[in-house]
């Protein structure tokens, strides 16, 4: 695709419930990366991915937020019984291999928000 | 780790006044440096980056010199128009994330 897609755009949810939320990376992009914004906690890295697999988790909250992605291009991040302070913009980038140099394109974000 | 730390908004001027928004970092090696923009309702977008020691971004009017010595990223622009209200984010890579500041919001009136 032009850019990296994520849905669903707006996601509403009960306190307890499980979310997914999809990203689409940029055709041929090897990472893909998950951020969190929050009006409290600014932009947050949460966990990268190189191909299928995940180096760096370091960022994920706790052991209610996952991610995986399959045939190194989508992935999806799941949160579990979630909670009111896991509201958030969920932004997913991608960029076309590791390293320090690349340019990460971002896509638009979910905006997560949990009643 | 790394950290960014970058002047607090909001910043409000007047149409072609000049924009200058701080940002410092630290960092252990030589990280690339980034100034992502977003324009209201928008996602984020690279605005400039910076690979090494004294090279300087630009993009749309907009520059930003990579300072080793001050380990700082300000960036700026000489004339600013109505266009350029968004919040701006300065960053810094760690290996294979970007660490961010906390956003300066802008806004220009006319």
């Known amino acids: 695709g032009a850019g990296v897609s994520q849905s669903p755009s707006n996601k509403v949810t009960e306190k307890g419930k499980d979310v997914e939320l999809r990203c689409d990376p940029i055709?041929?992009?090897?990472?893909l990366y998950w951020y969190r914004q929050s009006l409290g906690q600014g932009l947050e890295f949460l966990i990268y991915?190189?191909?299928?697999?995940?180096?760096?988790k370091s960022g994920l909250p706790s052991d209610r937020f996952s991610a995986e992605r399959t045939g190194g291009s989508v992935s999806t991040l799941t949160i579990q019984r979630t909670q009111q302070e896991d509201s958030a913009v969920y932004l997913c980038a991608s960029s076309q291999d590791r390293g320090t140099h690349n340019e990460q394109f971002f896509g638009p974000g979910t905006r997560l928000t949990v009643l | 780790g790394n950290s960014v730390t970058q002047m607090e908004g909001p910043v409000t001027l007047s149409e072609e006044a000049f924009l200058t928004i701080n940002c410092t970092y630290t960092?252990?090696?030589?990280?690339?440096l980034f100034w992502y923009v977003q324009y209201p309702g928008e996602g984020l977008q690279l605005l400039l980056k910076?690979?090494?020691?004294?090279d300087k971004g630009s993009n749309k009017g907009f520059e930003a010199t990579y300072r080793k010595e001050t380990t700082s990223f300000h960036l700026e622009k000489g004339s600013v128009q109505v266009s350029d209200s968004a919040v701006y984010f300065c960053a810094a890579t760690a290996g294979n994330k970007l660490t961010f500041g906390g956003g300066t919001r802008v806004l220009v009136k006319p």
């Open positions: 910076a690979t090494k020691a004294d």
């Open positions: 991915f190189q191909g299928n697999s995940a180096p760096d």
């Open positions: 960092a252990t090696g030589y990280p690339s």
């Open positions: 055709s041929g992009h090897t990472a």
